[in-house]
C-alpha cells in the first residue's frame, strides 16, 4: 500500500482549505443532510464529506461511521483530491492502490469507493464527498451524476460560510469607530480592538469598572440539577 503523492499545488490547496476555517467545527445540519442524501441516492451504509489536511483526513459530517478522522497516508480520499474528476473503486480488493490498506482488509472493510472531488472556485481540490460499502458495486450514471451535484453543493455551502466570515471580520473591524462590540455568535467571546476574542467578563472589566461573580439562573438550575431543583421547591 502506497500512500497517495501530494498534489504539486498543495501549498496553494492547504491556504484555501483554512480560508474556510472548517477544520474542527461541531456538526451542521446543512452539511449532514447531504450526507443523508449521499447515503440515499447511492444505497450506500457510509456516506462522508471528507476534508484532507496536511497530515490527516477530517470528516465534517458522517454517515455510518464513528470515527472523526484518520490518517492522510491510508485516505482514499488523499488519491481523489489529485483529479478533478471523481474516483470510483468498485472493489478495493482487486485494486493494488488499495488491496493492502487497513481501511480495506480491516473496518470499515471498504470495497466500494466513490469520491467526488470539491473543488473550489480557484479550483483548489480541498477533500471529496464520498460513499463507501462493503459489498463490491458499481453507480450508475444517474447516482454518479446526483453526487456530482451534491458535492457542488457541498463547495457552495463552504463558499457562503466564507464570505459570512469576510464580511463579519469587516464589520468587526469598524467596531472602534463606531462604538460597536463584535461578539462571536457560538461562544459569545468578545473581540476586541486587536483582533483577541476574549471572553465576556474579561472584555467587560477591561473597557468598564463593573465586575462579575458567577451563580446559576432558575433556568439553568431546572435544567442541568433538576434534582436540587425539585428539593428547593
Not at 472523526?68 to 482487486?94: M, Y
Request: hydrophobic share 35%.
Amino acid at each position: 500500500m502506497g500512500a497517495a503523492p501530494k498534489p504539486i499545488n498543495e501549498v496553494e490547496r492547504l491556504r484555501a482549505l483554512s480560508e474556510y476555517r472548517i477544520l474542527g467545527t461541531k456538526p451542521e445540519e446543512s452539511y449532514d443532510n447531504i450526507t443523508s442524501m449521499a447515503a440515499m441516492i447511492c444505497h450506500a451504509p457510509i456516506a462522508l464529506i471528507s476534508l484532507v489536511d496536511q497530515s490527516r483526513q477530517w470528516f465534517k459530517s458522517r454517515v455510518g461511521c464513528d470515527q472523526q478522522q484518520t490518517e492522510r497516508d491510508i485516505s482514499f480520499c488523499a488519491h481523489t483530491i489529485l483529479n478533478p474528476q471523481p474516483l470510483i473503486v468498485e472493489d478495493a480488493l482487486f485494486d493494488q492502490r488499495f488491496q493492502d490498506n487497513p481501511l480495506v482488509r480491516e473496518d470499515p472493510n471498504i470495497r466500494l469507493y466513490a469520491g467526488f472531488p470539491l473543488n473550489t472556485p480557484n479550483d483548489q481540490r480541498i477533500g471529496t464527498l464520498c460513499v463507501i460499502d462493503r459489498m463490491p458495486k458499481s453507480l450508475t450514471s444517474i447516482q454518479i451524476q446526483v453526487m456530482k451535484r451534491l458535492a457542488d453543493q457541498v463547495v457552495t455551502l463552504l463558499e457562503l460560510r466564507r464570505r459570512s466570515l469576510d464580511l463579519l471580520e469587516e464589520f468587526c473591524k469598524l467596531q472602534d469607530s463606531k462604538g460597536l462590540i463584535c461578539s462571536c455568535s457560538y461562544c459569545r467571546k468578545i473581540r476586541d480592538g486587536n483582533g483577541s476574542w476574549q471572553p465576556f467578563e474579561d472584555y467587560m472589566m477591561r473597557h468598564s469598572t463593573l465586575n462579575f461573580s458567577h451563580g446559576i439562573c432558575q433556568g439553568c438550575m431546572s435544567e442541568h440539577f433538576p434534582e436540587v431543583s425539585r428539593a428547593g421547591c
